[in-house]
């Protein structure tokens, strides 16, 4: 099993950034890429960003792409969601998702609400 606990959300003005972080335990060797789904109210769970754990291989939506900013942090496994140019339309609970060869895994989620 892998836990997995996201932090960092919060309340931020249009145009504020804000950092994410997704910290991965348990068995954790299997990991081979982590990433952000974000689901708005009403809205399905969409994709935000993913990276691949042995390369780093970047990967974002088309509205992410220049604003958001995925990294890794391997020894901690942990990665992080930096966000930058916040807009009321990226309010959403972000959830993490840990992909291992045990299968995927998600966590609780941490609210993001960007006020216009």
């Known amino acids: 099993q892998v836990q997995v606990v996201e932090s960092g959300g919060g309340l931020v003005q249009a145009g504020d950034s804000l950092r994410l972080s997704c910290a991965a335990s348990?068995?954790?060797?299997?990991?081979?890429?982590m990433g952000w789904y974000r689901q708005a109210p009403g809205k399905e769970r969409e994709f935000v960003a993913r990276i691949t754990w042995s390369g780093g291989s970047t990967y974002y939506a088309d509205s992410e792409k220049g604003r958001f900013t995925i990294q890794r942090d391997n020894a901690k496994n942990t990665v992080y969601l930096q966000m930058n140019s916040l807009k009321p339309e990226d309010t959403a609970i972000y959830y993490c998702n840990v992909g291992t060869i045990l299968g995927a895994y998600w966590g609780q989620g941490t609210q993001v609400t960007v006020s216009s």
């Open positions: 348990g068995r954790t060797l299997g990991i081979y890429d």
